[in-house]
């Protein structure tokens, strides 16, 4: 009979705290003239576009998708869904804070402000947790490199980029383009998402300076005069990183299997 109490008192403790963990989600389902609104809230709101639609044939199954990562995740995040019908007929943009071209689409916003998107249809959950996942981290490093250039002094107007800056540059936009091949593979290797998701680790710790540097770059000198160096370098680095920018457009099994050898140093 104790041991039988004590085994209820740990059940109640369990379905209590995950009670809690789960929770941290919040959860609504917003009017189009509302949207502006929803996302203005302090804290991470990720967006979902999408119409009930029957003709909308890339929607379907997105509903579902956004239902199971709302029961499943446990950090805190604010989840929005707006869908409206005929699917082609968009509500005026006026009352969306992103222009918006179609649906479904996935948008993040922090504080109000726009931080990632992915255009089209989730395969499914896993694939949008990775997403979501990578989108906040790559919030909280871009945060990171603000803060480090608050301590620099200004750069001057005109700076020029030397060969440590150009290859950070470099270094950082290999880095979000893999990873958003990475999130194109998961639509076909959902088991993957753990690999994908240590190499990206690794790939940031041992690349941290460089990643932190390029990105404190390019806050810094997008809008100077130093703007048409960074984008002298695009070119070259198309061509280099053309393998997973294909993939990103159109993941294959060939591209996704061989993405992790090829394409990271």
């Given at each position: 009979m104790q041991l039988t109490k004590k085994l209820f008192c740990f059940l109640f403790l369990y379905?209590?705290?995950?009670?809690?963990?789960?929770?941290?989600?919040?959860?609504?389902?917003?009017?189009?003239?509302?949207?502006?609104?929803?996302?203005?809230?302090?804290?991470?709101?990720?967006?979902?576009?999408?119409?009930?639609d029957p003709g909308c044939g890339y929607c379907k199954g997105q509903e579902q998708i956004f239902t199971e990562l709302a029961s499943s995740y446990t950090k805190p995040l604010r989840m929005r869904q707006v869908s409206w019908s005929p699917w082609h007929q968009l509500p005026e943009q006026k009352h969306f804070p992103k222009k918006i071209s179609g649906v479904p689409m996935w948008q993040l916003f922090h504080d109000g402000q726009f931080v990632a998107e992915f255009k089209g249809r989730m395969a499914h959950s896993l694939q949008l947790r990775f997403f979501l996942e990578q989108a906040i981290l790559d919030h909280k490093f871009w945060q990171k490199a603000a803060q480090q250039q608050k301590k620099l002094p200004a750069f001057p107007d005109d700076y020029q980029l030397n060969d440590f800056d150009r290859a950070a540059v470099n270094q950082m936009w290999r880095r979000n383009t893999v990873k958003n091949a990475f999130v194109a593979c998961t639509r076909l290797y959902p088991e993957d998402v753990s690999k994908y998701r240590q190499v990206i680790t690794n790939y940031d710790r041992q690349h941290a300076k460089k990643l932190l540097h390029g990105r404190v770059i390019l806050q810094a000198l997008s809008n100077s005069n130093a703007k048409p160096q960074i984008e002298a370098l695009v070119p070259a680095f198309s061509k280099e990183m053309e393998q997973p920018q294909n993939i990103i457009k159109n993941p294959t099994p060939e591209g996704c299997s061989n993405i992790i050898d090829k394409v990271i140093p």
């Amino acid at each position: 009979m104790q041991l039988t109490k004590k085994l209820f008192c740990f059940l109640f403790l369990y379905l209590s705290v995950s009670s809690a963990a789960l929770a941290q989600v919040d959860v609504a389902y917003v009017k189009p003239a509302k949207t502006r609104a929803a996302v203005t809230e302090l804290g991470y709101t990720l967006l979902l576009l999408n119409s009930h639609d029957p003709g909308c044939g890339y929607c379907k199954g997105q509903e579902q998708i956004f239902t199971e990562l709302a029961s499943s995740y446990t950090k805190p995040l604010r989840m929005r869904q707006v869908s409206w019908s005929p699917w082609h007929q968009l509500p005026e943009q006026k009352h969306f804070p992103k222009k918006i071209s179609g649906v479904p689409m996935w948008q993040l916003f922090h504080d109000g402000q726009f931080v990632a998107e992915f255009k089209g249809r989730m395969a499914h959950s896993l694939q949008l947790r990775f997403f979501l996942e990578q989108a906040i981290l790559d919030h909280k490093f871009w945060q990171k490199a603000a803060q480090q250039q608050k301590k620099l002094p200004a750069f001057p107007d005109d700076y020029q980029l030397n060969d440590f800056d150009r290859a950070a540059v470099n270094q950082m936009w290999r880095r979000n383009t893999v990873k958003n091949a990475f999130v194109a593979c998961t639509r076909l290797y959902p088991e993957d998402v753990s690999k994908y998701r240590q190499v990206i680790t690794n790939y940031d710790r041992q690349h941290a300076k460089k990643l932190l540097h390029g990105r404190v770059i390019l806050q810094a000198l997008s809008n100077s005069n130093a703007k048409p160096q960074i984008e002298a370098l695009v070119p070259a680095f198309s061509k280099e990183m053309e393998q997973p920018q294909n993939i990103i457009k159109n993941p294959t099994p060939e591209g996704c299997s061989n993405i992790i050898d090829k394409v990271i140093p």
